[in-house]
Nanobody, 124 residues
Framework: QVRLTESGGGLVQAGGSLRLSCQDSGRTVSTNTMAWFRRDSGKEREFVAAISTSGINKQYADSVKGRFTISRDNAKNTLYLQMNSLKPEDTDVYYC?????????????????WGQGTQVTVSS
């Protein structure tokens, strides 16, 4: 059974940084396209960033370009999201997701596995 687990969320002041991690006990993270989404209560999950299995190709939402960096360490079966210059509007629950489809999908449908989410709160 695939279980993705996010960590690294918390409370930070505007302008600060956080690094999120996503792991699983198997090889799901290291062998699939991975992505981060976020969702404020009552809203649909919003695409944040995606990364190919090799780590070479990446895609970002316009709202986070230049501030967030997605990366992966396949040897550790871990996905990361480095978030810099955080803004109050980045406050959200962040989810990692895995897609067996390939490419860099920016909508949630192609993603087969999801974590439970980690809360990020940015104070002004």
């Amino acid at each position: 059974q695939v279980r993705l687990t996010e960590s690294g969320g918390g409370l930070v002041q505007a302008g600060g940084s956080l690094r999120l991690s996503c792991q699983d006990s198997g090889r799901t993270v290291s062998t699939n396209t991975m992505a981060w989404f976020r969702r404020d209560s009552g809203k649909e999950r919003e695409f944040v960033a995606a990364i190919s299995t090799s780590g070479i190709n990446k895609q970002y939402a316009d709202s986070v370009k230049g501030r967030f960096t997605i990366s992966r360490d396949n040897a550790k079966n871990t996905l990361y999201l480095q978030m810099n210059s955080l803004k109050p509007e980045d406050t959200d629950v962040y989810y990692c997701a895995a897609s067996r489809l390939g490419g860099l999908p920016m909508n949630r449908a192609p993603y087969d596995y999801w974590g439970q989410g980690t809360q990020v709160t940015v104070s002004s």
